[in-house]
């Protein structure tokens, strides 16, 4: 027996690296009884059988799992936001960080296209910007040459794996053939009729890329909140999660309690009051959704 780590799955088909080699491998029928489904990340054990080929015959322990995209063990998120083509939206990285921070995932925001934006927009975006690095999440900036991008992404990528997120026609692909030119991926094509791009990965598959791996995956495909409670919200905004420490009522949802304090700094201007609507809108998204049964 071996071990390795499931770096691409295709049609079936496990890739297990080990010693540098890829192992096409297949899973064990008994998986599927025990509704175990490897996932590509997945740290495993397999058996040979001939030269190239091998059956999975366990999948350890993961630290951390996502349902869409299907991969195990991601450290972090590299989320991927153009200034214009399309235009950035505020609420739309608001739920993506929610989502993200519900997986107990880091963050970091990785900024595009703003060689294509006009003076105003860039001023407006950079005084948003400047209130995420505020409340403590990495922010990087658009990086055309590869030398240049290498060296900016590696003290992230490093030791970790990180998986690409963000809408389709941000940039998600172009990134990744600016660090991996070999790999010639297909750059998404935007639609003047619809004002975004057509999603072009199909796969999921772990690249190797500054010291690190990197998910060449379809991203978040779904963005909803069905596993997050009203409750667990809160924690998942960050600045909201601080100052709710010192609201009066241990329970506050920081709605229309009295004595709350995210309230109190969303009136002082301490939290910004776009990510305190997008809160209270995401609330009522989760409060009004059918109950699971």
């Given at each position: 027996?071996?071990?390795?780590?499931?770096?691409?799955?295709?049609?079936?088909?496990?890739?297990?690296?080990?010693?540098?080699?890829?192992?096409?491998?297949?899973?064990?029928?008994?998986?599927?009884?025990?509704?175990?489904?490897?996932?590509?990340?997945?740290?495993?054990?397999?058996?040979?059988?001939?030269?190239?080929?091998?059956?999975?015959?366990?999948?350890?322990?993961?630290?951390s799992e996502l349902v869409r995209p299907p991969i195990a063990n991601v450290d972090q998120?590299?989320?991927?936001?153009?200034?214009?083509?399309?235009?950035?939206?505020?609420?739309?990285?608001?739920?993506?960080?929610?989502?993200?921070?519900?997986?107990?995932?880091?963050?970091?925001?990785?900024?595009?296209?703003?060689?294509?934006?006009?003076?105003?927009?860039?001023?407006?975006?950079?005084?948003?910007?400047?209130?995420?690095?505020?409340?403590?999440?990495?922010?990087?900036?658009?990086?055309?040459?590869?030398?240049?991008?290498?060296?900016?992404?590696?003290?992230?990528?490093?030791?970790?794996?990180?998986?690409?997120?963000?809408?389709?026609?941000?940039?998600?692909?172009?990134?990744?053939?600016?660090?991996?030119?070999?790999?010639?991926?297909?750059?998404?094509?935007?639609?003047?009729?619809?004002?975004?791009?057509?999603?072009?990965?199909?796969?999921?598959?772990?690249?190797?890329?500054?010291?690190?791996?990197?998910?060449?995956?379809?991203?978040?495909?779904?963005?909803?909140?069905?596993?997050?409670?009203?409750?667990?919200?809160?924690?998942?905004?960050?600045?909201?999660?601080?100052?709710?420490?010192?609201?009066?009522?241990?329970?506050?949802?920081?709605?229309?309690?009295?004595?709350?304090?995210?309230?109190?700094?969303?009136?002082?201007?301490?939290?910004?009051?776009?990510?305190?609507?997008?809160?209270?809108?995401?609330?009522?998204?989760?409060?009004?959704?059918?109950?699971?049964?």
């Open positions: 027996m071996a071990e390795g780590q499931i770096r691409k799955a295709i049609s079936g088909f496990y890739y297990v690296e080990h010693n540098g080699e890829l192992i096409q491998c297949k899973s064990r029928g008994v998986f599927r009884l025990k509704k175990i489904s490897p996932l590509v990340g997945d740290f495993v054990t397999y058996v040979p059988d001939g030269a190239n080929d091998a059956t999975i015959t366990d999948v350890h322990h993961r630290k998120v590299l989320l991927v936001f153009s200034v214009v083509e399309p235009n950035m939206s505020l609420r739309l990285l608001d739920r993506f960080l929610t989502v993200i921070e519900s997986h107990q995932l880091e963050p970091i925001l990785y900024i595009s296209k703003e060689d294509l934006a006009n003076p105003e927009i860039l001023e407006e975006n950079e005084k948003n910007l400047a209130y995420y690095r505020r409340i403590g999440y990495t922010v990087l900036r658009n990086v055309e040459n590869k030398h240049s991008l290498l060296e900016t992404l590696r003290p992230y990528f490093s030791d970790k794996t990180t998986v690409l997120a963000g809408q389709s026609g941000v940039g998600k692909s172009t990134l990744l053939n600016t660090l991996l030119p070999e790999l010639q991926l297909k750059t998404g094509v935007i639609s003047d009729a619809l004002g975004r791009g057509k999603h072009t990965t199909r796969h999921v598959e772990l690249l190797e890329v500054a010291g690190g791996l990197v998910a060449d995956t379809p991203g978040f495909s779904s963005l909803d909140f069905e596993h997050i409670e009203k409750e667990e919200l809160r924690d998942y905004f960050v600045e909201i999660s601080e100052a709710g420490a010192n609201c009066k009522f241990r329970g506050c949802l920081h709605v229309k309690e009295p004595g709350c304090a995210v309230k109190a700094q969303v009136e002082e201007g301490m939290i910004s009051e776009d990510r305190y609507k997008n809160y209270l809108l995401f609330l009522q998204e989760i409060t009004d959704r059918k109950p699971r049964y």
